[in-house]
C-alpha cells in the first residue's frame, strides 16, 4: 500500500510539474520515470489505471465509428493536433474533422515524452537552442547548458521549425527520413521538414495568426527567426494507446516503452468498452493475438467482425505500422489516410 501511495504521489507531481512549467531549450533536463509495477490486483497496475484516459482519440468510442475527413479551410480556428505514439502518427484536427496525418519519430525508451495533453502558444522558425542541464548534453561535446545556440550554428539539432509544448517539449526537425516510426529524440516529437512547415503553415492560416506568406517565406530561406504568436492555446492530444478499435477495425501495437499495456486486460476492456459481443472472446485468444505483435514496426490488424465470428487469428493480419500495403477497409472510411 505504501508503495502504491508513493508511486501516485510520483505521477501527480510529474502532472503538476509538466503543466505548470516551460524551459526554451531544446530537450526537458530532467522528467520524472515512472514505472509500471504489478500490483497483484485485477485492476492492472496502477500506472495503467492513471492513464486508462490517455486513450486514442481514433478509437471508436469516442468518433462513434465514423471520422470524417474535409479539406482544410483557413480562417477556421478550431484546430487541435492528436498523437498516437504507438502508430507513430500525428493528426491536425478542424472542426472534429480529420484534416491530415503525418508520419513522426518519437523519443527514446530513456526519454519518452509524457502522455496527456500539451499546450502550443507558438510556432518559431529558425528557432536558437538552449542545451538543457541533462546527462546526455554533458557527453555532447562542443556545447554547454545555458549555452544560446542560434539557427545558424551546426550545432543545433531543433532544424527549420518547432513547436514548444511546455517543459522543454518540442515538434521539431527529424534529423533523417529514418527519424520516422523510430524511437530516435530526448522526449520530443520529429517531423520531416516538408511535413512541419505544412502543418506550421496550417495552424498560423486556421488561427490567422500576426504573420505573413512572405515572412514565412523569407523564414524558409535564411536563419532569421521568426515567431507566430497563438492567439488561443493549440491543444495537442498525446496518448499512448496499444490497443485502438478504429473503423471497425482492432489495432494492436507494440508496447515499446514496456509499460505493460498489453494485457489481457486492456484488450477486453477496449472490446467491451466498444461494444463488441464477447461471446468468442477468452483470454487465450487474446494472448493469442497480443503474441502476434513483435515489433514496434509492425501492428496486427482484425475487423471486429471477424473477432465476433471467432475468426480473428485466420483472417488477422500483421501491417507495417507506417504502411507500405493494403489496409483492411473500415466502416466509415474508404481507407486509412496514406499522409
Not at 549555452?147 to 517543459?167: E, F, T
Not at 492567439?231 to 485502438?244: A, C, G, H, N
Request: charged share 25%; hydrophobic share 40%; glycine share 8%.
Amino acid at each position: 500500500m505504501k508503495r502504491r501511495l508513493q508511486l501516485l504521489l510520483t505521477v501527480m507531481l510529474a502532472m503538476f510539474v509538466c503543466s505548470s512549467q516551460t524551459v526554451v531549450s531544446a530537450q526537458p533536463a530532467a522528467r520524472p520515470r515512472i514505472v509500471a509495477t504489478n500490483n497483484g490486483d485485477d485492476g492492472g497496475t496502477l500506472y495503467q489505471r492513471l492513464n486508462r484516459n490517455f486513450e486514442s482519440t481514433r478509437s471508436d468510442k469516442f468518433t462513434g465509428g465514423r471520422i470524417e475527413r474535409a479539406e482544410f479551410e483557413a480562417g477556421q480556428p478550431d484546430i487541435r493536433i492528436s498523437v498516437d505514439v504507438p502508430a507513430f502518427r500525428l493528426t491536425l484536427w478542424q472542426n472534429d474533422r480529420e484534416v491530415k496525418t503525418y508520419r513522426i519519430g518519437v523519443g527514446m525508451k530513456d526519454f519518452p515524452i509524457i502522455i496527456g495533453k500539451r499546450e502550443a502558444t507558438e510556432v518559431i522558425w529558425n528557432p536558437t537552442w538552449i542545451p538543457p542541464e541533462s546527462e546526455w548534453v554533458a557527453g555532447h561535446k562542443g556545447v554547454r547548458p545555458g549555452q544560446v545556440i542560434k539557427a545558424s550554428d551546426p550545432r543545433n539539432p531543433l532544424g527549420k521549425l518547432k513547436i514548444p509544448l511546455g517543459y522543454s517539449y518540442l515538434i521539431h526537425q527529424a534529423a533523417a527520413p529514418t527519424d520516422l516510426g523510430n524511437l530516435v529524440s530526448h522526449g520530443c516529437i520529429r517531423m520531416l521538414r516538408g511535413d512541419l512547415y505544412d502543418l506550421a503553415e496550417k495552424i498560423v492560416a486556421a488561427r490567422s495568426a500576426p504573420v505573413t506568406a512572405t515572412e514565412i517565406a523569407r523564414a524558409k530561406q535564411t536563419k532569421r527567426t521568426l515567431v507566430a504568436k497563438l492567439d488561443e492555446p493549440l491543444v495537442v492530444d498525446i496518448s499512448y494507446d496499444t490497443q485502438v478499435i478504429e473503423g471497425g477495425v482492432l489495432y494492436l501495437y507494440h508496447d515499446f516503452y514496456d509499460r505493460q499495456t498489453n494485457i489481457p486486460l486492456r484488450v477486453r476492456d477496449e472490446l467491451k468498452s466498444s461494444g463488441v459481443d464477447m461471446s468468442r472472446v477468452d483470454d487465450q485468444l487474446i494472448e493469442a493475438l497480443l503474441a502476434r505483435v513483435k515489433r514496434r514496426d509492425q501492428m496486427f490488424v482484425v475487423s471486429v467482425e471477424s473477432i465476433e465470428a471467432g475468426r480473428a487469428l485466420e483472417a488477422g493480419r500483421i501491417m507495417p505500422v507506417l504502411g507500405g500495403g493494403k489496409q483492411t477497409k473500415r466502416r466509415g472510411q474508404k481507407t486509412r489516410s496514406g499522409n
